[in-house]
């Protein structure tokens, strides 16, 4: 049964970023990158991660509110791929690995520069 979430889950993240690069003509999701999807056991709610390339907190919230009005266009054109019963509810969740990945490269680069003075002294 795993296998078969894992299949779902990997088809709806590449359907849903498909969607919404060819059907959803909203300006505020220009900038919004699906990176997963987690499915419940019985396929009924589908929890989609994604990322921005910005770290505007206003910016952040106009995109979960582009999200949510894009959810039932996004559902119906699901339905029409995916070769399943019935089609998950959408629930959209900001994606923080990208952001962690940040502060960790940047806190290297910190670590980085200090051993430089030091080896330079």
Same mark, same amino acid.
């Given at each position: 049964?795993?296998?078969?979430?894992g299949r779902v889950e990997g088809e709806i993240l590449r359907e849903l970023t498909k969607i919404l690069q060819k059907n959803i003509r909203d300006p505020r999701l220009s900038e919004v990158t699906i990176t997963a999807v !987690?499915?419940? +056991?019985?396929?009924?709610?589908?929890?989609?991660?994604?990322?921005?390339?910005?770290?505007?907190? +206003?910016? !952040?919230? !106009?995109?979960? !509110?582009?999200?949510?009005?894009a959810k039932g266009m996004m559902r119906h054109l699901l339905g029409q791929t995916?070769?399943?019963?019935?089609?998950?509810?959408?629930?959209?969740?900001?994606? +923080?690995?990208?952001k962690y990945g940040s502060k960790i490269d940047r806190l290297i680069a910190e670590v980085k520069k200090q051993d430089a003075e030091r080896a330079s002294k």
């Open positions: 049964m795993k296998h078969r979430i !987690e499915c419940m +056991n019985d396929l009924s709610y589908a929890t989609v991660y994604y990322s921005l390339l910005t770290e505007d907190a +206003n910016k !952040e919230k !106009e995109v979960q !509110e582009g999200l949510e009005k995916l070769t399943v019963y019935k089609v998950p509810e959408l629930i959209f969740k900001r994606d +923080n690995s990208v």
